[in-house]
């Protein structure tokens, strides 16, 4: 018999942005999205998925270099989640699952998108971390330089091919 919310049990009801509901038990970790009964398609994130899901290696290892944390942990999908969350509260539904050993996450997202447009959101944020963090360096041609290549970045033509390269029809993609 289920057990809502108590820690070991199955019960663990999410309540979706679109008004529905689905159990954390039916979510599973190779998950990216699902087919909502409301006729909506929701992306899925979990706490272990890396930040390569929506950026190559090379600039997580930026981000993990130069973003500082509250928790002091480094730069991760909890913190890009969270900017994703205060960007747009009413379209996120999220749940602590760490008291829930049949899971195998501990944090879990799904938003009103589906993942092609959350990889657009969590990519536009972070073009907007990183053009705040510009702005705080001391290097005027720095921040005219940044400027000038974002003018020029697509981010749907980004996301088009960043998804392409990732092949994530394949829930054993590898980071870029």
Avoid: I, K, N
């Avoid at 130069?66 to 480094?74: A, F, L, R, Y």
């Avoid at 501990?106 to 053009?131: I, N, P, Q």
């Avoid at 020029?152 to 390269?165: H, I, K, L, P, T």
């Amino acid at each position: 018999m289920s057990e809502p919310r108590v820690p070991g049990g199955r019960g663990g009801e999410l309540s979706l942005p679109c008004g529905r509901s689905v159990s954390v038990h039916d979510l599973d970790m190779g998950m990216r999205e699902f087919a909502c009964p409301c006729g909506g398609t929701h992306a899925v994130v979990m706490d272990m998925h890396p930040l390569s899901r929506w950026v190559p290696e090379d600039l997580v290892a930026v981000l993990r270099e130069t973003v500082g944390t509250t928790t002091g942990e480094s730069f991760d999908t909890v913190h890009v989640m969270g900017m994703v969350l205060e960007e747009f509260p009413e379209a996120v539904a999220s749940e602590d699952t760490s008291e829930d050993g049949h899971v195998g996450f501990a944090l879990v997202w799904v938003t009103d998108f589906d993942s092609r447009r959350l990889h657009e959101v969590v990519v536009e944020l972070l073009v907007e971390l990183m053009e705040h963090a510009v702005s705080h360096a001391s290097d005027e041609s720095a921040m005219t330089e940044f400027e000038r290549q974002m003018l020029e970045f697509d981010v749907g033509a980004f996301v088009e091919q960043y998804r392409a390269q990732r092949d994530f029809d394949d829930e054993f993609d590898r980071p870029a």
